[in-house]
């Protein structure tokens, strides 16, 4: 496993400098479910909450939350990003998938965009509909695929 970069000479915590490294096309995509009742899911699906189209309103969730990432995650640099795409699937029972696929061209990877957009995605999912259910499930979440960078590429064996 290659050294820890996150921290300065003192043991303390810094931000990585990447000024050295070169700009390469870079891409991850993560992944999250939500378990819910097959009522809710039905409803969701048929635009049927009282507090609106939940999936439009997750899918703006999503795609805020991995342009501020920086914000959130302490020692993530800012990116310009060049795309982010939230999408939806079921099971057709009782589960919603959601994927995040964020793109940039830069000195950094976007996977912690890419899980933090699909966090955000499913915490607005369950904001919008947890007046109906409460015991709702999120989770697993988990990296699928990065492309990019000195590490070269990855995809995760449990997909």
């Known amino acids: 496993m290659d050294q820890l970069t996150h921290f300065n000479e003192e043991g303390r915590a810094k931000m990585v400098d990447v000024s050295d490294k070169d700009s390469t096309?870079?891409?991850?995509?993560?992944?999250?479910?939500?378990a819910m009742?097959?009522?809710?899911?039905?409803?969701?699906?048929?635009g049927q909450v009282s507090k609106g189209d939940v999936l439009?309103?997750?899918?703006?969730?999503?795609?805020?939350?991995?342009?501020?990432t920086s914000q959130?995650?302490?020692?993530?640099?800012?990116?310009?990003?060049?795309?982010?795409?939230?999408?939806?699937?079921?099971?057709?029972?009782?589960?919603?998938t959601i994927e995040a696929e964020v793109k940039t061209s830069g000195k950094t990877g976007v996977e912690m965009e890419a899980l933090t957009a699909v966090s955000a995605t499913a915490l607005t999912v369950y904001d919008m509909c947890k007046a109906m259910q409460k015991d709702m499930v999120i989770g697993p979440m988990m990296l699928i695929t990065k492309s990019g960078g000195k590490n070269g590429d990855y995809r995760a064996n449990h997909t």
């Open 25 to 34: 096309a870079r891409k991850a995509v993560a992944r999250t479910e939500v």
């Open 37 to 46: 009742h097959p009522d809710m899911l039905q409803r969701i699906k048929a």
């Open 56 to 68: 439009a309103v997750a899918q703006v969730a999503g795609i805020m939350a991995a342009k501020n």
């Open 72 to 96: 959130w995650i302490p020692m993530c640099h800012p990116l310009l990003l060049t795309g982010v795409n939230i999408s939806f699937t079921d099971n057709g029972v009782d589960t919603l």
